[in-house]
């Protein structure tokens, strides 16, 4: 690491297996001065394994705010910060968002160490486009705000990734359902974890494993949907061969 200069490090760390953190993860956690952690008790998990005695700092959703100017302070001071969050990449829905872009304005050095990031794992397995797509997070969850978000993804020519609580699953694909048409959709469960499951299928055959318990509802899911682009070109075609059936008697 380069000497003397403040720099705040953003750290990826596992999302659920222990083995995927990587060795410069390591070597940065470990040679900075502060760690700032989504939620102490937690990492402490990850440090403990590693040997990590880094000091740590909580900054989460509530006060990421006001952490946010002694670190800065911190920083120009020279010091060598690492953000991490609870499970993957900081800021990609999850805190660190509001400190990273403020960093940067302040002229702060900013390092970013790659490693586990979920919307990236749940693209690979979900069979679907990987030449483009757009990641939306976690969506409004009623209202015009959900449904105006929901439009655009309908629109969106490449794979769409998401995050959603499993009690409000089977909500999301009525949902897609009405606005997005029964597209393919891939539920990605408990990534890299013992009991990690990918169930890939249209929305409504998704829906239905919901209905009939077939689909565990426990653990952390990613969703990817089909683009408007796949989905437009697929029933294309099968209009098209619907069509010419119907003159080829």
Known sequence: MPSGEGTLYIVATPIGNLADITFRALDVLRSVDLCLAEDT????????KYGISTPMRSCYRHNEKNRVDPVIADLEAGKKIALISDAGTPGISDPGERLIRDAIAAGIRVEAIPGACSPVQALLLSGMRLDRFAFEGFIPRKGNKRNSRLRDIADQPGSVVLFESAMRLEALCEDLLELCGDRQMAVCRELTKQFEETVRGSVSDIRD??????????????????GNESYSKLHKKAHRNKYDDKYDD
Request: charged residues 30%; without cysteine; glycine residues 8%.
């Open 41 to 48: 008790r937690h990492s402490r998990i990850l440090f403990d």
């Open 209 to 226: 494993r919901i209905k009939t318990g077939s689909l565990t509802l426990k653990g952390e899911f990613v969703i990817v949907i089909e």
